[in-house]
């Protein structure tokens, strides 16, 4: 068990910007390769992790979110699930912010779907559907782009949504924006 190196845009944009392979099945190969994308992903202090960033052409993602996203001392539940078909998308879609482990320091408001179903094969090879809401429904949607070679960037409204944060003189994090208005 290994925590594998994770690819940033500009290393490996022919795995990170093109659909992923479907697994169809579980063996132990798979199996071996979510043990190692969890401790890679809690190492990078991840909500999830998906197999194009760790440069594999594979539809393997797993997350690992707080069942309360306000308690710090919620109890997380732990995914790691294979070829993720979203089956079901809500009408309304909430913004929210979002960062990934490939794209260091960017952050971005992003619409995402609030409520979504999602059909997987789970780390055993059993077929599950997960009904899933807010934040956890925001990470998979994150994570199910990743397999299809969409960033989260691509799903802002304008490059208006996309910042970085700095620390300012009195120690509070301000947006300072990703794009400078043309002058
Ligand atoms: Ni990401």
Redesign the pocket.
């Known amino acids: 068990m290994s925590i594998r190196p994770i690819v940033s845009v500009g290393d490996n944009d022919r795995v990170l910007r093109s659909t992923a392979r479907p697994v169809r099945r579980i063996d132990r190969r798979i199996r071996n390769l979510m043990h190692d994308m969890i401790e890679t992903m809690r190492d990078a202090n991840g909500v999830?992790l998906?197999a194009p960033?760790i440069g594999l052409d594979l539809q393997v993602f797993v997350a690992e979110v707080p069942e309360d996203i306000d308690d710090p001392d919620s109890p997380v539940r732990t995914y790691a699930l294979a070829d993720p078909e979203v089956v079901w998308a809500s009408e309304a879609k909430v913004e929210g912010r979002e960062a990934?482990?490939?794209i260091p320091e960017l952050f971005g408001d992003v619409p995402r779907h609030v409520q979504i179903k999602v059909r997987a094969l789970d780390r055993t090879g059993r077929r599950v559907e997960l009904d899933l809401h807010d934040f956890e429904a925001r990470v998979f949607q994150?994570e199910i782009d990743?397999l299809h070679g969409v960033l989260?960037p691509d799903r802002v409204t304008g490059l208006d949504k996309l910042y970085f944060l700095e620390e300012n003189d009195a120690g509070e994090l301000v947006r300072v924006p990703y794009a400078v208005p043309a002058v």
């Open positions: 999830g998906a960033q990934c482990l490939s994150h990743h989260f």
